[in-house]
């Protein structure tokens, strides 16, 4: 019986490249993955993926950054 965190989703190289953004701000070029093309990735709803992620970040996990820009 496989555990929950035995979860394994075949994603390719060239699909994550495919959805990496870069957007400038105040001169600095950053490389992004929008929520929805990692919930895509880990086929999951996009609601459910930003409560994980918020979750994590309560716990003090650097892992995951969020930015919103105006």
């Known amino acids: ?5 035995d979860l394994v989703i075949p994603i390719t190289v ?4 495919d959805n990496i953004y870069q957007i400038e701000r105040n001169g600095i070029l950053v490389q ?5 093309d990692l919930a895509d990735f880990y086929e999951m709803e996009v609601k459910k993926l930003n ?3 918020s979750r994590s ?3 003090g996990s650097k892992l995951f950054q ?3 820009f105006d």
């Open 51 to 53: 409560q994980q992620v």
């Open 66 to 68: 969020n930015e919103t």
């Open 32 to 36: 992004v993955v929008l929520d929805k």
């Open 57 to 59: 970040l309560d716990r």
């Open 1 to 5: 019986m496989k555990n929950k965190n």
């Open 14 to 17: 060239q699909a994550v490249r």
